[in-house]
């Protein structure tokens, strides 16, 4: 018991948590991937969460990284990426359309959704494209509306405040124009309730 040996000898006992993420302890009852494990956890991966060709390169490099190559010659890595693109389980357009609606909706603008998609690996000219196609004051709005900024803050006007929300639109990837007129309250038709 504690008592007997004290608290901080008891939590020397407990396994420390970090250590399953550290690539250095690697478990010794995983062997090294070869082609159909690489090939297995891409597919797991591709079932499971919705991606574009670089973030899934990238994971398999980690799971390289973590567990080893056991197989022959390189890993096949891009052969196993090229293949999954070409049956349709990973489509760059597709993900990064995805991506871009759900940003917007929760009112981000044009250069977050862009500075986003082009982090998950997307394309520049895919990633301005897919971002130039949303509606920037309704994005704005969103934003304010999410965040009480401009007509939706329920303190009221205040100049200190206002510069901050200004600024926390404009780091959210919204236009100057836009972020103006919304905090200015020129938000008629869009669903305005305050």
Sequence with gaps: MWQERGV????????????????????????????????????RYVGRYATSEAKLRRYLGRKLFERGWGGEGTAP???????LADLGYVDDRVFAEARGRGLTSRGFGARRVSADLGAAGIARDLAAEVAATGDALAAAVAFARRRRFGPFDPQGPDPDRRRKQFAAMMRAGHGV???RRVLAGDVTGEGDDG
């Design 8 to 43: 901080n000898e008891m939590a020397s006992d407990r396994p420390d948590p970090r250590d399953r993420q550290r690539p250095d302890r690697q478990r010794p009852d995983r062997p090294p991937l070869d082609a159909a494990a690489l090939r297995d956890l891409a597919l």
């Design 77 to 83: 890595v891009d052969t196993i990426v090229a293949r």
């Design 177 to 179: 124009a836009e972020t």
